[in-house]
T-cell receptor, first 116, second 114 residues
Framework: AQKITQTQPGMFVQEKEAVTLDCTYD???????LFWYKQPSSGEMIFLIY??????QNATEGRYSLNFQKARKSANLVISASQLGDSAMYFC?????????????FGTGTRLTIIP | EAGVTQFPSHSVIEKGQTVTLRCDPI?????LYWYRRVMGKEIKFLLH????????ESGMPNNRFLAERTGGTYSTLKVQPAELEDSGVYFC????????????FGPGTRLTVL
């Protein structure tokens, strides 16, 4: 079974500051993928960043980076230079690398509010 | 390339009525998933199609929910009869590969059962 834990239900961050959203995971699969999605108030799910369990380097996509610490089973999302448009729900998710575990499992999400 | 589309965007029905949600995945994506987010709770997996076959329907809450994907293209999710606790946002997602691939999500259907 796969499990994602996001311990921060809500966060308030000053505009232009960096923010780290926490995510820990648990899985028995040796191969897996970790994802972050953003859900703004409009409701759609926007894919942000992906990290494969065997990737040697931490993933980066523009202002988003994933701080992947495999031994700790954590996959924190770091947003640099936050903007007002970053205010949204953020979901960490994982997908297993074996058949039967291919569905995406989500955490409970973190509501991020950027303060001007 | 068109993204995943869902119809309707909103649906308000009374308890006991039937509602059918539709999802059109990205063309060529064999894998189609349905998820649901009930108010304030986490996003829960409902089921997974590979082409027209149900690969995993372990998340379907009960037999009031019926999903189909005839011909392996679009999918429908029917709730009959709807109950109050079925209210939430229903997301459809698709991917080309099953393992480790990024899921592209549709905009969701917000279902309200009164």
């Amino acid at each position: 079974a796969q499990k994602i834990t996001q311990t921060q239900p809500g966060m308030f961050v000053q505009e232009k500051e960096a923010v780290t959203l926490d995510c820990t995971y648990d899985t028995s699969d040796p191969s897996y993928g970790l994802f972050w999605y953003k859900q703004p108030s409009s409701g759609e799910m926007i894919f942000l960043i992906y990290q494969g369990s065997y990737d040697q380097q931490n993933a980066t996509e523009g202002r988003y980076s994933l701080n992947f610490q495999k031994a700790r089973k954590s996959a924190n999302l770091v947003i640099s230079a936050s903007q007002l448009g970053d205010s949204a729900m953020y979901f960490c998710a994982m997908r297993g690398g074996s058949f039967g575990n291919e569905k995406l499992t989500f955490g409970t999400g973190t509501r991020l509010t950027i303060i001007p | 390339e068109a993204g995943v589309t869902q119809f309707p965007s909103h649906s308000v029905i009374e308890k006991g009525q039937t509602v059918t949600l539709r999802c059109d995945p990205i063309s060529g994506h064999d894998n189609l998933y349905w998820y649901r987010r009930v108010m304030g709770k986490e996003i829960k997996f409902l089921l997974h199609f590979v082409k027209e076959s149900k690969q995993d329907e372990s998340g379907m809450p009960n037999n009031r929910f019926l999903a189909e994907r005839t011909g392996g293209t679009y999918s429908t999710l029917k709730v009959q009869p709807a109950e109050l606790e079925d209210s939430g946002v229903y997301f459809c997602a698709s991917s080309q590969r099953a393992l480790l691939a990024v899921l592209a999500f549709g905009p969701g259907t917000r279902l309200t059962v009164l």
